[in-house]
C-alpha cells in the first residue's frame, strides 16, 4: 500500500514542481533573473522532447541536512541510490522503484511547502536536444552542457525555465 500511495504522488510532486513560483530570495546570484512568460518570451518552435525522453529521472529536494534526510526516506522504503562530494558538497540520491530523489545540499532550503528545486527527464543525444532547445528561443539557465560525477561513468545536463519559473533539468546518465 505504501508504493502504491507513494507512486500516487508523483503527479502531485509534479504538479507542485511545475507551479511553483520560487520566492526572489531562493534564486541564487548565478542564475539569471526569473523573466516574466508572454507571448514574446515564449520558444519560436516546438522541441520534440519525446523522440529524446522516456520520461522523469529525478526530482530534486534541497536539504542543509543530508544524512538526516536519507535516514526519512529510508523510513519510506526507499534506498540510498549513490551519494557524492561535488565540489565540497555532499549530494545523494535516494531510489523507490523507478523514483529517484536529489538530496541537494543547501544552507538554507526553503522549508516552505512545496519547495522541490527542479524535476528532470531522462534523456539521450543530450548535446543535440541542447542546440535545439537553445535554437528554439527557450529561457536557458545553462549556458552549455554540465558534465557531473554522478553514477558509474557520470552524467550530462542542462536546465531550461520553465513559464511558472519553474527549472526543468534535462539529463543523460552516461553507459
Known amino acids: 500500500m505504501k508504493k502504491i500511495t507513494l507512486l500516487a504522488t508523483l503527479p502531485l510532486l509534479m504538479t507542485v514542481a511545475c507551479n511553483r513560483a520560487p520566492q526572489p530570495a531562493e534564486t541564487p546570484a548565478e542564475e539569471p533573473a526569473p523573466i516574466v512568460f508572454n507571448e514574446e518570451n515564449f520558444p519560436s518552435q516546438d522541441v520534440d522532447v519525446q523522440a529524446y525522453s522516456d520520461g522523469i529521472q529525478h526530482i530534486g529536494i534541497p536539504t542543509s541536512d543530508i544524512q ?10 526507499f534506498e540510498l541510490a549513490t551519494r557524492h562530494d561535488i565540489g565540497g558538497r555532499d549530494f545523494a540520491f535516494v531510489r523507490l522503484g523507478n523514483l529517484y530523489l536529489e538530496l541537494i545540499p543547501s544552507a538554507e532550503p ?4 512545496g519547495a ?23 529561457h536557458m539557465l545553462s549556458d ?13 545536463y542542462f536546465f531550461i525555465q520553465g513559464p ?11 553507459q
Open 68 to 77: 538526516r534526510t536519507i535516514d526519512f526516506y529510508k523510513t519510506l522504503g
Open 144 to 156: 552549455k552542457v554540465q558534465d557531473i560525477a554522478f553514477w558509474e561513468h557520470g552524467a550530462r
Open 116 to 138: 522541490v528545486d527542479h524535476f528532470c527527464l531522462n534523456v539521450k543525444n543530450i548535446d543535440d536536444l541542447f542546440q535545439k532547445v537553445s535554437d528554439a528561443g527557450y
Open 164 to 174: 511558472n519559473n519553474e527549472k526543468i533539468e534535462f539529463c543523460e546518465i552516461l
Open 110 to 113: 526553503s522549508m516552505t511547502n
